[in-house]
């Protein structure tokens, strides 16, 4: 079972570096737009730059690095509607939000990656969450019952199995050595 307990209305977040954010909340909608527009975008860009000649080799975790940032940037630009501690490139007062800043802001890897950890933590915490089933260290489902607890162990059907070798006798090379 889980908690329908993910935020409904704005609310702040207080970042590194004196930043605070004001977001309104997600819904599934905008946040697979998001990721499939940084997809879409990491295409371009990488089809851009091996049409200008750059002949780096763009490898998997280069567009996947791209598409974490784009996807980043355009989450900040959905949900960000105001903020404290963001100056406008003079210096003289507060930066009007709107996509240009937000996603210069978003260029900041400290900000962009504490942002993207912070807006996604309720929707995180309600998958781990999850229906309070999750698997236990041994491997057995937390609400589960053990439905043989009084079963007797079945003798080994291959011949000599019962002995099995401990790790000091085990052999040491391939050699027997």
């Given at each position: 079972m889980i908690r329908l307990n993910l935020p409904t209305e704005p609310y702040w977040l207080d970042l590194p570096l004196g930043v605070r954010l004001q977001v309104r909340p997600l819904d599934t909608a905008v946040y697979e737009a998001c990721r499939?527009?940084?997809?879409?975008d990491a295409k371009r860009i990488i089809g851009e730059r091996k049409e200008a000649g750059n002949d780096a080799p763009v490898d998997e975790d280069d567009a996947d690095g791209l598409a974490t940032f784009l996807v980043t940037a355009a989450l900040a630009r959905a949900a960000i509607i105001g903020w404290e501690g963001v100056e406008d490139a003079e210096g003289d007062g507060v930066a009007p939000v709107n996509d240009t800043?937000?996603?210069?802001?978003?260029r900041i890897p400290l900000i962009a990656s504490d942002f993207r950890r912070r807006i996604l933590e309720p929707y995180e915490q309600l998958v781990s969450e999850g229906n309070a089933s999750g698997p236990l260290p041994d491997g057995a489902l937390a609400e589960a019952s053990t439905i043989a607890a009084n079963a007797k162990p079945k003798d080994c059907p291959a011949p000599g199995a019962g002995k099995a070798r401990t790790a000091n006798s085990a052999r040491s090379s391939s050699t027997g050595q």
């Open positions: 499939y527009r940084a997809a879409r800043t937000v996603s210069d802001l978003m």
